[in-house]
Nanobody, 126 residues
Framework: QVQLVESGGGSVQSGGSLRLSCAAS????????MGWFRQAPGEEREGVAA???????MYADSVKGRFTISRDNAKGTLFLQMSNLKPEDTAMYYC????????????????????WGQGTQVTVSA
């Protein structure tokens, strides 16, 4: 059974950094495209960063240059290094996995992801 467990969230001041992790189990991690999504209160969930099973990476414009997504296929873990955090980054962050074919252009489309973690809260104060 596919399981995704996020960790690393917390509260930081503006300009601070956090590193999120997503531990995967129950499947062949390297064959899945993976993504980070977030949802702020009253807002729709949005794509933040994603990494294709083939290695290609896509970021939302709002986080380019500040966030870095990476994966360790040997350990079955997905990471999101977040730097220069802003109050508008405050949200619940979710890890998601997609098996099967996925166009690179659709990497941040949450509707295409099959499996989701429970989320980890990130709060950035001004």
């Amino acid at each position: 059974q596919v399981q995704l467990v996020e960790s690393g969230g917390g509260s930081v001041q503006s300009g601070g950094s956090l590193r999120l992790s997503c531990a995967a189990s129950g499947w062949t991690f390297r064959t899945y495209s993976m993504g980070w999504f977030r949802q702020a209160p009253g807002e729709e969930r949005e794509g933040v960063a994603a990494i294709h099973s083939g290695g290609g990476i896509m970021y939302a414009d709002s986080v380019k240059g500040r966030f870095t997504i990476s994966r360790d296929n040997a350990k079955g873990t997905l990471f999101l290094q977040m730097s220069n955090l802003k109050p508008e980054d405050t949200a619940m962050y979710y890890c998601a996995a997609r098996n099967g074919l996925l166009l690179f252009s659709a990497l941040l489309d949450q509707r295409l992801y099959n499996y989701w973690g429970q989320g980890t809260q990130v709060t950035v104060s001004a």
